[in-house]
């Protein structure tokens, strides 16, 4: 009998097992939230800069990610800031525009 209860037992305990990794949870990833919290942040910014024409046209032209002066944010955009980090806009680099986006995010408002 006392083999019957342990194989019940670890039967049990399987099934817990089981049930515990099956759930449809999705696990709470504060890196995926950072990144997203900066995507939208760099957006925003850019979106400032364009709106108060305050990044030359000459960094702007035929650039994919901005549609009818709307910006998109996309891996191209990830690339032009990376070009652009360190150039000053409205007396800020680009990097201190998105890093004060980013800490104010989701309430940072354009100051321009």
């Known amino acids: 009998m006392s083999a019957l209860k342990a194989r019940t037992a670890v039967l049990l305990f399987m099934a817990l ?3 515990a990794c099956t759930r449809n949870e999705k696990p709470h990833r504060p890196v995926d939230d950072e990144v997203q919290r900066r995507d939208r942040a760099l957006v925003a910014v850019v979106q400032c800069l364009v709106d108060h024409r305050r990044i030359p046209e000459a960094h702007l032209r035929d650039q994919p990610w901005l549609v009818k002066d709307k910006v998109r944010g996309s891996a191209e955009l990830v690339e032009w800031l990376s070009a652009h980090r360190e ?3 409205a007396g800020k680099t680009l990097q201190a525009w998105e890093d004060e986006a980013t800490a104010g995010w989701p309430g940072w408002k354009c100051p321009l």
């Open 17 to 19: 097992a089981l049930s």
């Open 87 to 89: 150039t000053v806009y």
